[in-house]
């Protein structure tokens, strides 16, 4: 009996092991104050929520007009690969209860943040948000990632073509599943299958100039699929 009480122990200790790295993993922390405090969207709110990482966080930081004047929620966390969004996204989409989410994720999958991950796997959990969105009636819209050719903090790896294999494959299953697509890859690429200086000082994250070209692309989505 004692033997099976120490198994019991180290199974439940194990467990909450486990808890507390998916926690720590997901960095639920990063938006659990400003959900809590959220009131729930009137029936005429408009709500949207835009899921993502540094780029989208980066964006409500460099044009907070964007969000303060439309009723978007952003929820982008830096460094974040779509294994960690798939985690949060209950919390910090779902749970609030929008008509439209909005993805823009793969690229930190792409720069191995969390480790390597095959490029159908980074495919897979973003059409997994997107699966878990329609099935509690929120509207998905499937962003393409930016263009890359570098990066800054990982310069052994080359993203280019897997950020254009990646924007292939989001592409085909929106036009299969009748989803809108935005193209911000074909809007902003550079002649060396990257971004150009203007639009990203580092080739990665958007300047304000980056940020112009996308507002009216993914405000005209939202637009096109509230109608």
């Not at 948000?129 to 310069?155: D, Q």
């Not at 009748?178 to 890859?185: E, F, K, R």
């Not at 639009?199 to 996308?214: C, E, F, N, R």
Request: net charge negative.
């Amino acid at each position: 009996m004692k033997k099976y009480f120490l198994l019991l122990c180290s199974l439940v200790g194990f467990n909450s092991f486990a808890q507390d790295n998916t926690v720590a993993f997901a960095n639920f922390e990063k938006y659990e104050a400003e959900n809590k405090v959220l009131p729930a969207p009137n029936p005429t709110e408009n709500r949207v929520v835009f899921m993502g990482n540094s780029i989208t966080e980066g964006w409500k930081n460099m044009h907070p007009d964007f969000f303060e004047e439309n009723p978007y929620i952003d929820r982008g966390i830096s460094g974040q690969t779509t294994s960690q969004m798939l985690l949060r996204f209950r919390r910090d989409v779902i749970d609030l209860q929008p008509k439209v989410v909005t993805f823009l994720a793969g690229i930190n999958d792409i720069a191995e943040n969390t480790g390597p991950i095959a490029l159908e796997d980074v495919y897979g959990n973003i059409i997994s948000m997107v699966e878990l969105a329609k099935a509690n009636n929120i509207i998905p819209i499937i962003c393409s990632t930016l263009p890359a050719n570098h990066f800054p903090w990982r310069e052994r790896i080359n993203p280019t073509e897997k950020v254009i294999e990646l924007n292939q494959m989001l592409k085909a299953y929106a036009d299969k599943h009748q989803i809108v697509y935005v193209d911000y890859y074909t809007a902003m690429v550079d002649d060396k299958k990257g971004l150009s200086k203007e639009l990203a000082s580092d080739g990665v994250h958007p300047t304000s100039k980056g940020y112009d070209i996308m507002e009216p692309m993914i405000k005209e989505a939202i637009d096109k699929v509230l109608k």
